[in-house]
């Protein structure tokens, strides 16, 4: 892990020590630094999480950026480069499910812990959604104004002996699901199955179209297909459909910063 690329590659110029404060700093700069997008999944293509090649892609590469797998991977590998311990969860996608759906457990997430503090955190940077998490939240923690968004964790009991939690976020007025999760660790060649089955089935909504997402402090941009969507701090949003491939093009370099790959050949 070359911790000062990735440092410099996210703006962070902080104090490095592993707490709450730093923490919660990585955690914004990451999100505003680097895209939401799969653009390797859509043209069928299945990204690599060996760290090296996230460092080559979403480090050294300042015109692309991954999905939760590969944010998330790389996310952990410099948090525990600082000195957190870092336990890799995985989660049930809520958001658009109906009642009675059940998912598989398709989203990384982290639990985060710091030395000489007894809280621990969930931190994410790879929820490519308006309801994703700004700041990390405690485990414990009922309430989070992570302005301009703000976020709740609750626990339910479900069918089996541990505890759920879901991630809501206030969103039109309302309180919404965003997915639920265990603190059951999960490793490396989990992710690497998941990844794979999300990347290249045909059923997964990341392998069928192109879903890109560049959160700023002031709004967020998003394009799903050809929709390309401007949500300002206070909700407000505007959306617009793009003509065709070069537009989409044209729209990532301009307004995402990220230069398409070509098609698989």
């Given at each position: 892990?070359?911790?000062?690329?990735?440092?410099?590659?996210?703006?962070?110029?902080?104090?490095?020590?592993?707490?709450?404060?730093?923490?919660?700093?990585?955690?914004?700069?990451?999100?505003?630094?680097?895209?939401?997008?799969?653009?390797?999944?859509?043209?069928?293509?299945?990204?690599?999480?060996?760290?090296?090649?996230?460092?080559?892609?979403?480090?050294?590469?300042?015109?692309?950026?991954?999905?939760?797998?590969?944010?998330?991977?790389?996310?952990?590998?410099?948090?525990?480069?600082?000195?957190?311990?870092?336990?890799?969860?995985?989660?049930?996608?809520?958001?658009?499910?109906?009642?009675?759906?059940?998912?598989?457990?398709?989203?990384?997430?982290?639990?985060?812990?710091?030395?000489?503090?007894?809280?621990?955190?969930?931190?994410?940077?790879?929820?490519?959604?308006?309801?994703?998490?700004?700041?990390?939240?405690?485990?414990?923690?009922?309430?989070?104004?992570?302005?301009?968004?703000?976020?709740?964790?609750?626990?339910?009991?479900?069918?089996?002996?541990?505890?759920?939690?879901?991630?809501?976020?206030?969103?039109?007025?309302?309180?919404?699901?965003?997915?639920?999760?265990?603190?059951?660790?999960?490793?490396?060649?989990?992710?690497?199955?998941?990844?794979?089955?999300?990347?290249?089935?045909?059923?997964?909504?990341?392998?069928?179209?192109?879903?890109?997402?560049?959160?700023?402090?002031?709004?967020?941009?998003?394009?799903?297909?050809?929709?390309?969507?401007?949500?300002?701090?206070?909700?407000t949003a505007v959306k617009r459909e793009l003509a065709d491939d070069a537009e989409v093009r044209t729209v990532l370099a301009e307004e995402f910063g990220i230069i398409a790959p070509d098609p698989k050949?």
């Amino acid at each position: 892990m070359d911790l000062d690329a990735y440092l410099a590659r996210i703006g962070y110029t902080g104090d490095r020590t592993p707490n709450a404060d730093t923490l919660a700093a990585l955690q914004r700069a990451h999100i505003y630094a680097i895209p939401f997008e799969n653009l390797d999944p859509a043209r069928g293509v299945v990204p690599s999480l060996a760290l090296d090649d996230l460092m080559a892609k979403l480090v050294l590469d300042t015109t692309r950026g991954g999905y939760c797998y590969e944010h998330n991977t790389l996310y952990a590998a410099a948090l525990r480069a600082l000195g957190f311990k870092i336990t890799m969860l995985a989660g049930r996608v809520l958001v658009g499910a109906k009642p009675g759906d059940l998912r598989p457990r398709t989203h990384m997430l982290l639990l985060a812990e710091a030395p000489d503090d007894s809280s621990r955190y969930i931190t994410d940077v790879g929820f490519g959604s308006e309801g994703a998490l700004l700041d990390p939240i405690g485990l414990f923690q009922r309430e989070i104004d992570d302005q301009p968004r703000r976020h709740q964790l609750g626990i339910t009991h479900g069918e089996g002996p541990l505890e759920q939690r879901i991630l809501r976020a206030f969103l039109d007025g309302e309180w919404k699901d965003q997915y639920s999760f265990t603190v059951e660790p999960f490793y490396a060649p989990d992710f690497e199955v998941i990844n794979y089955y999300i990347a290249s089935s045909p059923r997964s909504p990341f392998s069928s179209r192109v879903y890109v997402c560049r959160t700023f402090p002031d709004r967020q941009l998003k394009l799903d297909a050809r929709t390309f969507t401007v949500t300002e701090a206070d909700g407000t949003a505007v959306k617009r459909e793009l003509a065709d491939d070069a537009e989409v093009r044209t729209v990532l370099a301009e307004e995402f910063g990220i230069i398409a790959p070509d098609p698989k050949s």
